[in-house]
């Protein structure tokens, strides 16, 4: 499996960007598909979730702000992030695990800097 993200920048704080995840290859065995972040210094971690049945999962941080969903015909992966604040900078990479193996891929990062 190979993901590609995209759609991060530059923003002011309270404003939104939307980050997408194309998936390809094996996509069919594809199970949870998440999106996690990292700052200098710092453990990668989970920002948000979302499982083939399209349940979810938020970190505290973000709940109410962000919206994770995916377009299973599309195989992408989305990140709608609203009201962003400074402590939301970082580099932010998607995830996919597999159904059975729980063998996790990752793709490479898009950066997102919240700053005025």
């Known amino acids: 499996v190979q993901l590609q993200a995209s759609g991060g920048g530059l923003v002011q704080p309270g404003g939104s960007l939307r980050l997408s995840c194309a998936a390809s290859?094996?996509?069919?065995?594809?199970?949870?598909l998440g999106w996690y972040r990292q700052t200098l210094g710092n453990q990668r971690e989970l920002v948000a979730d979302?499982?083939?049945?399209?349940?979810?999962n938020y970190a505290d941080s973000v709940k109410g702000r962000f919206t994770i969903s995916r377009d299973t015909a599309k195989n992408t992966l989305y990140l709608q992030m609203n009201s962003l604040k400074p402590e939301d900078t970082a580099v932010y990479y998607c995830?996919?695990?597999?159904?059975?193996?729980?063998?996790?891929?990752w793709g490479r990062g898009t950066l997102v800097t919240v700053s005025s």
């Open positions: 290859g094996n996509v069919f065995r594809i199970d949870t």
């Open positions: 995830r996919a695990e597999m159904q059975v193996s729980h063998m996790k891929y």
């Open positions: 979302i499982t083939s049945g399209h349940s979810t």
